[in-house]
């Protein structure tokens, strides 16, 4: 008798897991998760609204992921997202949503309101990654990806290693909101090109307030980040000049860390961006010989007027275009009680005096010498 009861609780543990595996597996089947959305504007300021999620073909007694655009036209991200659902034979849920695009001609006029939309949504998660494309956004989600591959994981993955270890500067959604709403800051966001049905990193879009008003390369997006980030793991190729010959140094494994000071009056504020840089050298074109101090101290000095000359030129022409990536407002409201952002933006600032000092540490340069 106990046996055959112990027997009748499993079976009926068995058919309540088999019952719930269903429902969820019913509840996941019959809902559409988007990965990735694209803004781009129309005719008579309407905004059109793409999304990717994955769908699964059968082929035989195999399932093929792939995945499947829609997009809308409205007045509002709300509006198009409704419309959205009225023409999928699924619900649309963005709550994993993992990129939001914006086309070089949208983000021009603002993009302030379909961030806020997005960011006061409680089922999206404020890391979402933003971008920039230069073009049509849609067509960063139409370009053919490899077998199983997704748009909004393999736009993910392309903006979040190149962020984290390599050139891009560090944001997200409420990265950007963040500076968007600051009174002493300007957001920034990825720039990416579409040519050819491929997709690449551009460089850096940058904004003053929500509206983008010009970009900088990937070259210039490293200096950027050297004064907004600290780096870790990153790698670089620099140029440098040695007797009047060009060589090129590639440095791997970069950390560094910078400091922002102020100086001088409140009338005539004197900003120094102060950047510690320290990695290995790993490739190397020029005739000296790694192993003797005397070329390291070179090659040290070479690279740290490099970053010097580079993040002033960035500074200075942040001054003229009236942006403020690095953050320079903020340190002048840190100094003063009397913090007026009308003031600050329309005079001090473009005559700010700015200085960037580098220290430039090689830790090691390889094993072949």
């Known amino acids: 008798m106990k046996k055959q009861r112990q027997v009748k609780k499993l079976a009926v543990l068995a058919a309540v897991f088999l019952i719930t595996g269903c429902i969820q597996t019913s509840i996941i089947d019959d809902v559409a998760l988007i990965g990735a959305a694209a803004l781009d504007r129309t005719e008579n300021d309407n905004i059109k609204l793409t999304v990717s999620y994955p769908t699964f073909l059968e082929q035989g007694q195999e399932n093929i992921l792939e995945s499947e655009q829609i997009a809308a036209v409205a007045k509002t991200i709300k509006g198009a997202r409704e419309l959205l659902n009225g023409s999928s034979q699924r619900p649309l849920k963005f709550g994993q949503i993992r990129v939001l695009l914006f086309s070089d001609a949208l983000a021009e006029s603002g993009v302030e309101p379909y961030v806020d939309s997005m960011y006061r949504d409680p089922s ?181 007027r490099q970053i010097e000359t580079k993040g002033e030129e960035l500074l200075k022409r942040f001054q003229s275009l009236g942006i403020d990536p690095v953050g320079l407002g903020e340190k002048y409201r840190s100094h003063t009680r009397d913090w007026k952002p009308g003031v600050w933006h329309d005079s001090i600032y473009e005559q700010a005096t700015v200085e960037v000092t580098a220290e430039v540490e090689i830790v090691q340069s390889g094993v072949t010498e």
Do not use: W
């Not at 950390?255 to 409140?266: I, V």
């Not at 009338?267 to 005397?294: M, N, Q, S």
């Open 124 to 304: 999206i998660g404020n890391r979402v990654l933003l971008a920039v494309v230069d073009g049509e956004a849609q067509d960063a989600l139409m370009i053919r990806l490899g077998a199983g591959e997704r748009p909004g994981v393999f736009l993910g993955d392309l903006l979040l290693h190149n962020m984290e270890e390599h050139l891009l500067p560090s944001t997200n959604l409420h990265v950007f909101m963040f500076s968007a709403l600051n009174d002493a800051r300007d957001p920034y966001l990825p720039l990416l090109l579409v040519k050819d049905d491929k997709l690449r990193i551009g460089g850096t879009a940058l904004f003053k307030r929500d509206r983008f008003v010009d970009n900088i390369g990937i070259e210039d997006s490293f200096f950027l980040k050297l004064m907004v980030d600290e780096m870790k793991q990153t790698t670089h190729q620099f140029q440098i000049d040695e007797d009047g010959e060009k060589a090129y140094v590639v440095v791997e494994k970069i950390f560094s860390s910078f400091n922002r000071e102020m100086t001088g009056s409140m009338e005539a504020p004197h900003f120094r961006c102060h950047i510690h840089f320290r990695g290995e050298i790993t490739d190397y074109t020029g005739p000296l010989t790694l192993t003797k101090d005397e070329t390291m101290n070179k090659i040290e000095e070479g690279m740290a």
